[in-house]
């Protein structure tokens, strides 16, 4: 069974840009989250979808946006990036909305922003 | 009230030891408390979880010890081996919270042969 699959795996920006970044759940898994890890802040929640809907939004400004597709990929998009927007982000699949289902996480975008 | 606190930021041990991780939260409604590993340049992986009805839970060389009183939790690595350098996260969550995950700010192991 494939993981969870993201890409790119890295991106190099410069302030002002935006940036889409695109993940790959494992097949038959509906729920999609996200997660911006850096050395200051560790694992931070962005966002998590389920069945295209978002379900729940973690601290983030309006510029860090997100959909789910029907086949349940999901998209995020950072807009107008600032150099603090540089991280790894984190994407995590797992079969229902639960708070007890196992989360796989794939391998992450690393996103440099000059 | 959403924050898990982890101690120690990094830990250094001998093979065969048992390094231990400790975990604190306060708010009472987190009721799923994964462990997460991660490798440098790959995602964290779920090593174990724990639901607060048990005080204890083993899987292979990894214990966690859950003590609801005192809302602290901890990871215990039998036996570690070399292979098991790696960073260390706990994690809580609740039914009412969905998938989110709130995570400690990890602890960094280094297992010397």
């Known amino acids: 069974k494939a993981g969870v699959t993201q890409t790119p795996r890295y991106l190099i920006k410069t302030r002002g840009q935006q940036v889409t970044l695109s993940c790959s759940p494992i097949?038959?898994?509906?729920?999609v989250s996200w997660y911006q890890q850096t050395p200051g802040q560790g694992l931070q929640f962005l966002f998590e979808?389920?069945?295209?809907?978002?379900?729940n939004k973690g601290n983030f400004p309006g510029r860090f946006s997100g959909r789910q597709f029907s086949n349940s990929r999901s998209e995020m998009n950072v807009s107008t990036l600032e150099l603090g927007d540089s991280a790894l982000y984190l994407c995590?699949?797992?079969?229902?909305?639960?708070?007890?289902?196992?989360?796989?996480f794939g391998p992450g975008t690393r996103l440099t922003v000059l | 009230q959403q924050q898990v606190k982890q101690s120690p930021q990094s830990l250094i041990v001998q093979k065969g030891g048992i390094p231990i991780i400790n975990c604190a939260y306060e708010?009472?409604?987190?009721?799923?408390f994964p462990w997460y590993q991660q490798f440098p340049g790959k995602g964290p992986a779920l090593l174990i979880a724990i639901r607060p009805d048990v005080s204890e839970k083993k899987e292979g060389r990894f214990t966690i010890s859950f003590n609801k009183s005192a809302k602290q939790f901890s990871l215990h690595i039998m036996d570690s081996q070399p292979g098991d350098s790696a960073t260390y996260f706990c994690?809580?969550?609740?039914?009412?919270?969905?998938?989110?995950?709130?995570f400690g700010a990890g602890t960094i192991l280094r297992v010397k042969s």
């Open positions: 995590a699949s797992s079969l229902s909305g639960t708070s007890y289902n196992e989360q796989f």
């Open positions: 979808y389920f069945s295209e809907t978002q379900r």
């Open positions: 097949s038959g898994h509906r729920s």
């Open positions: 708010n009472t409604a987190f009721d799923y």
């Open positions: 994690a809580a969550s609740g039914r009412e919270y969905g998938n989110k995950l709130v």
